[in-house]
């Protein structure tokens, strides 16, 4: 029995390391992960999980640390007892063993998308229009919706429009190559809320079962963007350009204004900066919604905790082949500028041309 368990320790372990140090080239990932093998992976957990009224991605974290808990304290008990080599060995073994069951599960479940072609490769996409000038020109539509919509979105204020949000979202994940519909559910309340506030993230997705996660702390003014930045990672686009810019194209699509003024907002936030905002720049109900994110921020975000978990995720995100780290969240506004959309508010496909 022991050498049976050293055995699947050895097996998974070597597992582990192939899913985490093999990279599969783009044109495999795209037929036969991203839009064979994921699709069905992802539809397995989406057919039961909305029904659970907990997160069940949390359960599979601490069910790895229970049992990395149990053969610690197992092995120890044996070192006790005056038996320190084998035990010792028995226990790293096992432990890496688990790593690597982790480890196949999360590549070969979801991380694999990282190798999946950048979507520039799927539409239209003109690096000549990358220009300071069309920056400027977004800025100032951004602003003006802003305006428009700040209003009317603060006269709603309405709980997150599931199905119209979906119904925006779906269209645009399956224009940019996915041939397949993502089962997406609302997102979960999970253990880490705690963590996500104080490290002033606004949402993640489990790799492991596919829910997606909201910060607690979220105003009702940014769930929108950061449910379809979520459920982009669940439909397979694992870098955070894309997903933004899956996101900001939703909210735009979306008949409903609260969602439309989320987007505009987060296009607003991630474009560069400006020296100075004078007043006159927004309609009040802009100004309170930006004192709001800073009186959030100010209240939960640990800064210690944030620079540490960012910087975390900075070298994650490297590693898996993203060279901008946390800087390709706002790489989403070159996407914006560069790509044109057709009368529907979708990303031109790489082999038509606009009309």
């Given at each position: 029995m022991k050498r049976a368990l050293v055995l699947v320790d050895a097996l998974l372990i070597v597992a582990g390391l192939f899913a985490a140090l093999v990279h599969p080239p783009a044109a495999w990932v795209e037929a036969a992960f991203s839009n064979d093998w994921y699709p069905r992976w992802e539809n397995f957990w989406g057919a039961f999980t909305p029904a659970l009224p907990f997160s069940l991605g949390?359960?599979?974290v601490l069910a790895?640390?229970?049992?990395?808990?149990?053969?610690?304290w197992r092995n120890v008990?044996?070192?006790?007892?005056?038996?320190?080599g084998i035990p010792l060995l028995r226990m790293l073994f096992g432990i890496t063993g688990l790593a690597g069951l982790y480890a196949l599960w999360f590549y070969g479940g979801w991380g694999w998308g990282y190798d999946r072609a950048p979507l520039q490769t799927r539409v239209v996409y003109d690096a000549s229009r990358l220009t300071p000038a069309n920056v400027d020109a977004l800025r100032r539509r951004a602003v003006a919706e802003l305006n428009r919509l700040a209003p009317l979105a603060h006269a709603q204020k309405n709980a997150l429009g599931f199905e119209l949000l979906r119904n925006a979202w779906l269209p645009v994940v399956q224009r940019l190559g996915d041939r397949w519909t993502p089962a997406v559910g609302a997102a979960k309340p999970?253990?880490?809320?705690?963590?996500?506030d104080k490290n002033g993230t606004s949402g993640f997705t489990n790799p492991f079962t596919l829910e997606t996660q909201l910060a607690p702390d979220l105003l009702w003014f940014e769930r929108p963007f950061a449910q379809a930045h979520e459920w982009s990672h669940v439909a397979g686009y694992n870098r955070e350009d894309e997903a933004n810019y899956i996101a900001a194209l939703t909210c735009l699509r979306d008949?409903?204004?609260?969602?439309?003024?989320s987007g505009w907002l987060e296009i607003f936030l991630y474009l560069p900066g400006l020296r100075n905002y004078p007043h006159k720049m927004f309609v009040p109900q802009v100004w309170?919604?930006?004192?709001?994110?800073?009186?959030?921020?100010?209240?939960?975000?640990?800064?210690?905790?944030?620079?540490?978990s960012w910087h975390m995720y900075n070298s994650y995100l490297k590693s898996n082949r993203v060279a901008s780290g946390v800087r390709n969240y706002s790489e989403m506004t070159q996407l914006l500028v560069a790509i044109p959309l057709d009368r529907s508010g979708?990303?031109?496909?790489?082999?038509?041309?606009?009309?």
């Open positions: 949390d359960v599979v790895g640390v229970a049992v990395a808990i149990v053969k610690v008990a044996r070192m006790r007892r005056g038996r320190f999970t253990l880490a809320g705690f963590f996500m008949s409903d204004t609260v969602a439309q003024y309170e919604d930006f004192a709001a994110l800073r009186a959030r921020n100010g209240h939960f975000v640990n800064l210690s905790f944030s620079r540490f979708l990303p031109v496909p790489a082999t038509d041309t606009l009309r």
